[in-house]
């Protein structure tokens, strides 16, 4: 049963920083392309960074510079670390990953406020 279970959200200050963590199971996670969306209440979940199984990113225009996306693939486990985090980040960060297959975690909350 494959399962991705999200770690790293809460309150932040403006310009503070979080990093979140996503632990896959059930799925050989070297072979997948990993992701972290986010999404506020009544709009569209957007990617907020991509990472292939070669290491290659993509970020959306919004937290490049600020955040960056990593993998272990040793632990099964992709990273999002987010810095100089603004308000405007507030969301639920949902990991997600493909090959083939699509999988959701169940999400995490950021929120940054003063």
């Known amino acids: 049963q494959v399962q991705l279970v999200e770690s790293g959200g809460g309150l932040v200050q403006p310009g503070g920083s979080l990093r979140l963590s996503c632990v896959a199971s059930?799925?050989?996670?070297?072979?997948?392309?990993w992701a972290w969306y986010r999404q506020v209440p009544g709009q569209k979940r957007e990617l907020v960074a991509g990472?292939?199984?070669?290491?290659?990113?993509n970020y959306a225009d919004s937290v490049q510079g600020r955040f960056t996306i990593s993998r272990d693939n040793g632990k099964n486990t992709v990273l999002l670390q987010m810095n100089s985090l603004k308000p405007e980040d507030t969301a639920v960060y949902y990991c997600?990953?493909?090959?083939?297959?699509?999988?959701w975690g169940q999400g995490t909350q950021v929120t940054v406020s003063s």
């Open positions: 997600y990953g493909e090959m083939f297959k699509k999988w």
């Open positions: 990472i292939n199984s070669g290491g290659g990113t």
């Open positions: 059930g799925l050989v996670f070297s072979d997948y392309y």
